[in-house]
Structures are given as C-alpha cells and as structure tokens.
C-alpha cells in the first residue's frame, strides 16, 4: 500500500517544563493512553500482541522541553484535523499541548532528520568569555556509541552557535547541531563540554529544543 | 516552589520522573485559595505509593473540597535523598513543589510495618521536628492512618494522632475541625483535644503507659477525663454510596499495579486465624454490580489504562460475583483492556470464571493454600482441603493454565518440621496433577512456584498471643523445606527471616520502641523493606544502644497480659479472639460468617453482613 492510502496524521506539539523528565518509551506509553482515552480511531499493528501504529519524529532527551515534537500517527479512517487537535489536546496531562494535526501527504520522512536547533539558558559559577568556545574549530571530548566511549570532535556535531550574555553570570546559547539517526549530539553534552572547556560550573540549565530540519537530499 | 533547585540535582538521580509530578489527573490547585493544605506521603518509593488503592481514594476526596489542597509525597530513592541533603532541598509535594514543613498537616499512610524508619526518615528531610513533643505552634500536624495504625504504638512518640479505620468520613471531620479551630485560635494541645472527641481518632500523647517489672504493660490510662478510654475504629457503614473516585492519577512511569482498581467490598466473612487485614475490616460490606460498573466505565474513560483488576480480600466470595464478572467482562471486551483476578478462593473457583477471563488474556493462577498439612489449615481456620487444591488445580490445567503460584506461610503456631515439610508434598502433588492431565488438553511449560513467607503474628488477631518464631527455628524450617523440596519443577522461594523477625517486633511493639526507631534513624537505617537496604547490624545496634530485647517482643504472651494496643478498639473483641485462639490450639475450625455468625463483635457498626438475612 502507498504511502498516500494510508491514513496516517503528523501531529505537531510541545513538552513543557513539567513534563521534559520523562523517557522516550514512558512518554510513548503516555501517549497511546491519551489516544485511548479521546476514543480515536487508531489503528492496531496486526499480531499477538498488537500495538497502536505511531512513530515519534525523534525521541526528546530526557530533561529537555520542546517546542517542535511530532509525531505519525496510523488511523482506521480520516478525521477532521481540528477536532483530533482539539480531542486528543484534551486528553493530553497538562505539559503536552498539541499544535496542529495533519494528513500525512507529501510530508518529508522522519527517517531523513539531520539536525534540530536548541535554546539553552544557564548560569555560570563564574563569568566566561561567551563567544571563546563558538570559535573553536575542535574540541574533543568522550562521546558514548554503541561501542562504548569514544573520542570524538564536539565541534563535528555542531552546525552553528551562538553564545550571547544574559545576565550576571547568565547566558544563552541558539545551537543547531546534528540530531537524527545518521549522526546524533545530545544537547547537555555540548553544555558539559562547554562547562569544561570553560573551567567553570554550569547550573540552571534550560535547554529548549525550538526547530527539527530535514537533510537537503530528502527535500527533493 | 524549589523546581529550581529541584531542576539542578535530576540530571544525578536514577527515574527522575519519579520526582516531578505533573501527571494525568493529578490535582493542582492554587494554594491562596485554599484552607488547608494537607500532604498526603506514602513511606516508599513512587512506584509502590502510587500503586496504593487507598491513597487514590483519599487523594481524589480531600481534593473534590475547595478548600483543601492534598498532595502526594513519596520516599525518595537513596540517590535523590542524597542530592537533596547536599543541596538543603527539604521534602516536598509533587503538585506544588512545595516544602512540606508549610503545609497543615503531614499524614502518613501505615501499610506495613518495615516503613516505619522511612517515615522518620522523611519528616527529618522535611525539616519537621521528628518527635510530636517537639513540635510547636509553627510546625504541621503528623497523623498516620492505615492497616497498621492499629498496633502502631511504636511510632507513638512521632505521631501527633492517629485516625483509625475507614477515612473516608473521618478524615472531612478532622479537616473541619480543623478550621473551627483556626478561627477559634487556640494551642496545638486545643486541636488536639478537640479532635480526641471524633470517633476513630486517637491522640497517643493523651494515655500514659505503665509498666511492670518484667517489662509488659501494667495499665493504660487517659491523661484528661476529656479522652475516652478506648478508640473505636470508623468504617463506612453503607459500602455502595461511599464516595469512590472516578479519576486516577495516570503515572508516566510503570507503577508496580499500574491498572484500574475496583474495590468490590471490604472486609472479610472467612477469619482466617493469622490474617490481620479479615479482623481489622469487619464486618463485610459489598458494592452492587451496578456501582461497581458505572465506577469501571468512568475509570476507562478517564485514565485509558489497558488493565483493570478487583481488589478485596476473597473476591471469590462476592455475593454477585457472577452478575458482576458478566457485566465487567462485557466491558472490558468492548474496551478492549484486559482483566487481572486477584487470587482465588479454592473451594469457589469455578471453571466458568476462568474460562470467561482466558478469553482476554492467560496468565498464571495463584492459590494460597497457606499451610502444607491439613491439621495446620485447620490450626488457622483456612478451610479448604487438600482434595480441593488438587481439583482446582486439574481444572486449571485442564483449561490450558501450565503455570501456578503457590503461597504458603511456615513458622505458625503449633507447626511443626513435618508440617512444614508437607508443603513440599503438596508442591509435588500439584506436578503430578499436571503430569496425570492428558497431553493434548495440557498446555506445554509447566511452571510451579512455591512461595513460603515467614509468619508474622499480628495484633487484633487470634495469634496475636502467640510465640513468634526466631531466626534459626525460621532457618532450620527453611532448610528442612528446601530438602524436601528435591523436585525440579518446583521453583522454591522464601522469605528472608530477619525482615520478618522485625516486622513481628514493630507489629505488636509498645511505645519504648520509638526510641529503637529514633537510633535506627540515626544509624541511617531506611527502605529496610528492601532487601538490599536491609541491615541487621545496624538495628542490633540500634536495640542494643536502647538497652531493649528483640526477644521480648517475640515472645508468647499470656491472654490476661495487657496489650499494648488495649486502648483501641476494632469492634472484633478480645474475647472472640481467645476463643479463636483456644480453638486454634485444638485445630478447631470456625465457619465463615454466612454460613453462622461467630458473634465477634464486628456487628457493634451496626451494617454489613452481620445484618445480612440468613438463609
């Protein structure tokens, strides 16, 4: 069956402050709920043991909120937007707000995710030349992959960033760096890196994921 | 609000979840616009507090009132515990995240004896005074509720009062009382008085306690001519109008019962002679099938959970079970969410309801025969036969179930090695019911598991005289067990002795044992439910630095003696209790109270089965 017969919605949303501690596999749990709860008409995987048809756009750190989740979703037949929006919005714990809901058509895969932009508010024990580590070409730090610690340039992982004073102490940080299944950087490590880098400690760490972007082959 | 400070230690901790709240259904309020705030905590991690039937209902009524804002607190985890200490973040709620040592009152549920350390534990992360003398003008009210607030003498020095039985209708009395009292302006030692008058609520600091030479209780009495002499239990006299919630917090997390709970009905008719919860409950009293539905389809709709389970004790001897299980089945295959039955009574299992059950879902069965040799079931009056376990069992097995659990206890009183060793012979009767059960009609992976816990003897029950067992008796039966338990495909678990030791001494403790706990606290002994937190030395120390026995609280205790928790009164009464016991001695049995009433006293309530037309 194409893509097109299917009929699978994308739902954008957002995690808040209150919700961003929980894990990509509880949050999916949560989620199947709420699409109980509102009575959609989701459709179950065939089998032994079926299970809703969903594919979340890529699952969110624990401890960070965001502003741009999304996530596909298999339905037994079509529903009017607005009200799954608006349904499924009410079902939803408070900390989880749905944006928008729309028939999958010619939406890119998320399979082809490269790379999503972050806000990140700290404070710092000590004051830091803000823009020192944004200028660094290499940093290299321990990275873990599926075989263990690794060395790795922070630097490789980070397309763009931009440091700014806040406050006393207090700064911003608008990244994009690599997220997706080719090539991943966990925000909080860029912070730690920093942190390192830096000499100093880092706490009241807000990080925000704002945007998710496609690679450029998957927009032909 | 320290979500701030909160913020900074999860990165360190394991489950941070476990620490933010923000759940479905969970309440928040704004605490301007309350009366009263009222942190409800249970003494163990989330996981087993949430899974708590009682918390739900309780959490779900105070917070149906405007004026009260009820919060949930659980025992963090070693690891947060430590990151709160380093960051001086005191205990708080998980709806406000607000320091606890605000709020009015700080009410502890008491479900088993080993968490007792905990709630220390907890009122000195929140920065509350730990003992009730202690606590001024300023500080919240402790109270503890629950199954064990019956014989909880030993947490008597930290807990301000105590409310007794069912809270549904004490609790709204004590919070209004409350604000009488607030308006009227008055001391701590004026609330307290004044709440000493509603039934069910018992203020331990208001009785002095004497004692003999040989260190047993020489009298209770009442400090102020204003305190009754003996605390009654409350219960809810009419079971189906009481108020049940029709909205469960839905965690994030997996909770160790993470599904709906139907209360069918409280109590117990059949008095099993060691089962502290079949006294403390009575009289039985049921929900219709109707109440019991309508309560079944709002909880789907509201929490969208894929389970849903009956918690009483004996579900089996629901009086509609089969009008009920017809009606919820019907429900649940529309759903599409499955059933759990709690365990089964032999003597009531019926194929049908095992067959309608299997039908959404097969998982394993769970009998508790209790005791390996008839002559020990009849000592604690479970009547049931070996020839109905192995019926039952053939059944089973005949309907496709190749796994069972078997729960025993060892360590009774009036047991003896053989007995115990009969629990093997039992075990192994069970595999050759399945061995004899026709290939095709069997399904393939046997699977036998014999659980056998260490008897705790319990107040308010007939054994609450009798000789606990001590370690090595325990371990010499487990040993003996374990022997003549030389059959493969019984899987053998037992329960560690010392826990259970422990748990006898605090379940039938005085109040010097406060004392025990303050050092064990000192000691840093916490989650000693938790086997891997369990530490023997310390509380040998901790009873060793008070100068008091472990021994003295395991012994057998005459029936004229003076019991500790004498002042308190569960409607069943002494003397139904030594006749039990005297019958138990002579492996007597007693009939289940439909069958004839035993007059234990429990129809004082004035409701339930006691009044209940006899056929």
Same mark, same amino acid.
């Given at each position: 069956?194409?893509?097109?017969?299917?009929?699978?919605?994308?739902?954008?949303?957002?995690?808040? /402050?209150?919700?961003?501690?929980?894990?990509? $596999?509880?949050? $999916?749990?949560?989620?199947?709920?709420?699409?109980?709860?509102?009575?959609?008409?989701?459709?179950?995987?065939?089998?032994?043991?079926?299970?809703?048809?969903?594919?979340?756009?890529?699952?969110?750190?624990?401890?960070?909120?965001?502003?741009?989740?999304? $996530?596909?979703?298999?339905?037994?037949?079509?529903?009017?937007?607005?009200?799954?929006?608006?349904?499924?919005?009410?079902?939803?714990?408070?900390?989880?707000?749905?944006?928008?809901? /729309?028939?999958?058509?010619?939406?890119?895969?998320?399979?082809?995710?490269?790379?999503?932009?972050?806000?990140?508010?700290?404070?710092?024990?000590?004051?830091?030349?803000?823009?020192?580590?944004?200028?660094?070409?290499?940093?290299?730090?321990?990275?873990?992959?599926?075989?263990?610690?690794? /060395?790795?340039?922070?630097?490789?992982?980070?397309?763009?960033?931009?440091?700014?004073?806040?406050?006393?102490?207090?700064?911003?940080?608008?990244?994009?760096?690599?997220?997706?299944?080719?090539?991943?950087?966990?925000?909080?490590? $860029?912070?730690?890196?920093?942190?390192?880098?830096?000499?100093?400690?880092?706490?009241?760490?807000?990080?925000?994921?704002?945007?998710?972007?496609?690679?450029?082959?998957?927009?032909? | 609000?320290?979500?701030?400070?909160?913020?900074?230690?999860?990165?360190?901790?394991?489950?941070?979840?476990?620490?933010?709240?923000?759940? *479905?259904?969970?309440?928040?309020?704004?605490?301007?616009?309350?009366?009263?705030?009222?942190?409800?905590?249970?003494?163990?991690?989330?996981?087993?507090?949430?899974?708590?039937?009682?918390?739900?209902?309780?959490?779900?009524?105070?917070?149906?009132?405007? !004026?009260?804002?009820?919060?949930?607190?659980?025992?963090?985890?070693?690891?947060?515990?430590?990151?709160?200490?380093?960051?001086?973040?005191?205990?708080?709620?998980?709806?406000?995240?607000?320091?606890?040592? !605000?709020?009015?009152?700080?009410?502890?549920?008491?479900?088993?004896?080993?968490?007792?350390?905990?709630?220390?534990?907890?009122? !000195?992360?929140?920065?509350?005074?730990?003992?009730?003398?202690?606590?001024?003008?300023?500080?919240?009210?402790?109270?503890?509720?629950?199954?064990?607030?019956?014989?909880?003498?030993? *947490?008597?020095?930290?807990?301000?009062?105590?409310?007794?039985?069912?809270?549904?209708?004490?609790?709204?009395?004590?919070?209004?009382?409350?604000?009488?009292?607030?308006?009227?302006?008055?001391?701590?030692?004026?609330?307290?008085?004044?709440?000493?008058?509603?039934?069910?609520?018992?203020?331990?600091?208001? +009785?002095?306690?004497?004692?003999?030479?040989?260190?047993?209780?020489?009298?209770?009495?009442?400090?102020?001519?204003?305190?009754? @002499?003996?605390?009654?239990?409350?219960?809810?006299?009419?079971?189906?109008?009481?108020?049940?919630?029709?909205?469960?917090?839905?965690?994030?997390?997996?909770?160790?019962?993470?599904?709906?709970?139907?209360?069918?009905?409280?109590?117990?008719?059949?008095?099993?002679?060691?089962?502290?919860?079949?006294?403390?409950?009575?009289?039985?009293?049921?929900?219709?099938?109707?109440?019991?539905?309508?309560? @079944?389809?709002?909880?789907?709709?509201?929490?969208?959970?894929?389970?849903?389970?009956?918690?009483?004790?004996?579900?089996?001897?629901?009086?509609?079970?089969?009008?009920?299980?017809?009606?919820?089945?019907?429900?649940?295959?529309?759903?599409?969410? =499955?059933?759990? *039955?709690?365990?089964?009574?032999?003597?009531?299992?019926?194929?049908?309801?095992?067959?309608?059950?299997?039908?959404?879902?097969?998982?394993?069965?769970?009998?508790?025969?209790?005791?390996?040799?008839?002559?020990?079931?009849?000592?604690?009056?479970?009547?049931?036969?070996?020839?109905?376990? *192995?019926?039952?069992?053939?059944?089973?097995?005949?309907?496709?179930?190749? %796994?069972?659990?078997?729960?025993?206890?060892?360590?009774?009183?009036?047991?003896?090695?053989?007995?115990?060793?009969?629990?093997?012979?039992?075990?192994?009767?069970?595999?050759?019911? +399945?061995?004899?059960?026709?290939?095709?009609?069997?399904?393939?992976?046997?699977?036998?598991?014999?659980?056998?816990?260490? &008897?705790?003897?319990?107040?308010?029950?007939?054994?609450?005289?009798?000789?606990?067992?001590?370690?090595?008796?325990?371990?010499?039966?487990? +040993?003996?067990?374990?022997?003549?338990?030389?059959?493969?495909?019984?899987?053998?678990?037992?329960?560690?002795?010392?826990?259970?030791?422990?748990?006898?001494?605090?379940?039938?403790?005085?109040?010097?044992?406060?004392?025990?706990?303050?050092?064990?606290?000192?000691?840093?002994?916490? &989650?000693?439910?938790? %086997?891997?937190?369990?530490?023997?030395?310390?509380?040998?120390? @901790?009873?060793?630095?008070?100068?008091?026995?472990?021994?003295?609280?395991?012994?057998?205790?005459?029936? !004229?003696?003076?019991?500790?928790?004498?002042?308190?009164?569960?409607?069943?009464?002494?003397? &139904?209790?030594?006749?039990?016991?005297?019958?138990?001695?002579?492996?007597?049995?007693?009939?289940?109270?439909?069958?004839?009433?035993?007059?234990?006293?429990? =129809?004082?309530?004035?409701?339930?089965?006691?009044?209940?037309?006899?056929?």
């Amino acid at each position: 069956m194409s893509q097109d017969a299917k009929i699978i919605y994308r739902i954008t949303y957002t995690k808040d /402050e209150g919700v961003k501690y929980i894990s990509h $596999l509880d949050f $999916l749990r949560c989620v199947n709920r709420a699409f109980k709860r509102a009575k959609m008409p989701v459709k179950y995987s065939q089998g032994f043991n079926p299970h809703i048809l969903q594919n979340i756009a890529l699952p969110c750190p624990v401890g960070v909120s965001s502003e741009c989740e999304m $996530l596909d979703i298999e339905m037994t037949r079509t529903l009017d937007c607005d009200a799954l929006c608006r349904d499924l919005g009410a079902a939803m714990p408070r900390g989880i707000k749905i944006l928008k809901a /729309e028939r999958r058509t010619n939406h890119p895969d998320f399979f082809d995710i490269s790379s999503a932009r972050y806000a990140i508010d700290f404070r710092s024990d000590a004051p830091i030349e803000a823009d020192a580590f944004d200028k660094e070409e290499c940093y290299i730090i321990e990275k873990k992959s599926k075989r263990g610690m690794k /060395e790795v340039n922070i630097k490789d992982f980070v397309q763009s960033m931009h440091t700014t004073q806040s406050g006393d102490c207090i700064y911003h940080i608008d990244a994009v760096i690599n997220a997706g299944s080719q090539s991943n950087l966990k925000p909080d490590l $860029l912070v730690s890196a920093m942190a390192k880098y830096y000499g100093a400690n880092f706490c009241d760490i807000k990080i925000v994921r704002k945007e998710i972007f496609y690679s450029e082959a998957s927009k032909n | 609000m320290l979500r701030q400070q909160i913020e900074n230690i999860l990165p360190f901790v394991e489950k941070p979840a476990r620490y933010t709240g923000g759940e *479905l259904n969970s309440v928040v309020k704004n605490a301007d616009d309350v009366d009263i705030r009222f942190a409800f905590c249970f003494a163990d991690v989330y996981e087993v507090g949430m899974s708590h039937l009682g918390m739900k209902i309780l959490y779900s009524l105070m917070n149906e009132r405007p !004026d009260i804002w009820c919060e949930r607190v659980f025992a963090p985890w070693i690891d947060m515990e430590d990151e709160m200490r380093k960051a001086d973040i005191p205990l708080y709620a998980l709806e406000s995240m607000d320091a606890i040592k !605000d709020f009015d009152f700080i009410g502890f549920t008491l479900q088993y004896e080993m968490c007792y350390t905990n709630i220390i534990n907890m009122l !000195d992360l929140a920065k509350v005074p730990l003992l009730s003398a202690e606590r001024g003008e300023s500080d919240p009210f402790v109270c503890m509720g629950g199954p064990c607030a019956y014989s909880a003498e030993a *947490l008597a020095d930290f807990a301000d009062f105590y409310i007794l039985g069912e809270g549904e209708e004490v609790n709204l009395e004590v919070m209004d009382a409350y604000k009488d009292w607030k308006k009227e302006g008055g001391s701590r030692f004026d609330f307290l008085k004044k709440i000493s008058a509603i039934e069910g609520v018992y203020v331990p600091s208001f +009785y002095d306690i004497s004692y003999n030479a040989d260190g047993t209780v020489m009298a209770i009495k009442p400090k102020y001519d204003f305190v009754p @002499a003996k605390v009654r239990k409350r219960i809810i006299k009419n079971l189906d109008s009481v108020y049940y919630p029709d909205k469960f917090v839905v965690p994030f997390i997996e909770i160790v019962h993470d599904r709906i709970m139907l209360e069918v009905f409280r109590g117990c008719l059949r008095g099993c002679r060691f089962c502290q919860a079949g006294m403390i409950y009575r009289p039985v009293r049921e929900k219709t099938p109707a109440t019991l539905l309508d309560a @079944a389809q709002k909880l789907i709709d509201s929490t969208g959970y894929e389970e849903i389970s009956l918690s009483s004790l004996s579900t089996s001897d629901y009086s509609c079970l089969k009008e009920f299980t017809d009606g919820l089945l019907d429900m649940t295959e529309k759903e599409s969410i =499955s059933l759990s *039955l709690p365990s089964l009574r032999l003597d009531s299992f019926s194929m049908e309801l095992m067959e309608k059950v299997q039908k959404v879902r097969k998982s394993s069965l769970t009998f508790a025969p209790e005791a390996g040799s008839q002559r020990m079931r009849d000592v604690i009056n479970k009547n049931i036969t070996e020839e109905d376990l *192995l019926t039952a069992a053939k059944t089973a097995f005949e309907g496709g179930y190749s %796994s069972i659990k078997l729960y025993f206890m060892m360590g009774l009183p009036f047991e003896t090695v053989e007995d115990v060793c009969e629990i093997a012979e039992l075990s192994k009767k069970v595999v050759r019911q +399945y061995l004899t059960t026709p290939k095709e009609k069997r399904a393939p992976g046997l699977r036998i598991t014999t659980s056998v816990a260490s &008897f705790v003897p319990k107040a308010f029950t007939p054994f609450q005289w009798a000789k606990q067992d001590d370690r090595e008796t325990l371990r010499e039966k487990q +040993y003996a067990l374990k022997e003549a338990m030389n059959d493969k495909r019984v899987k053998y678990n037992y329960h560690e002795a010392p826990v259970s030791v422990l748990e006898g001494v605090f379940a039938r403790g005085d109040r010097r044992l406060s004392k025990v706990l303050m050092r064990a606290h000192e000691l840093g002994v916490r &989650f000693d439910g938790w %086997s891997d937190q369990f530490s023997q030395e310390k509380w040998d120390q @901790a009873f060793a630095d008070c100068g008091m026995d472990i021994f003295f609280y395991t012994r057998a205790r005459s029936f !004229d003696e003076v019991l500790p928790w004498d002042m308190i009164d569960v409607g069943v009464t002494k003397e &139904f209790l030594i006749s039990e016991a005297r019958k138990a001695e002579q492996a007597i049995t007693t009939p289940h109270c439909r069958e004839k009433c035993s007059n234990c006293g429990a =129809s004082c309530f004035g409701g339930g089965v006691c009044f209940e037309p006899r056929r």
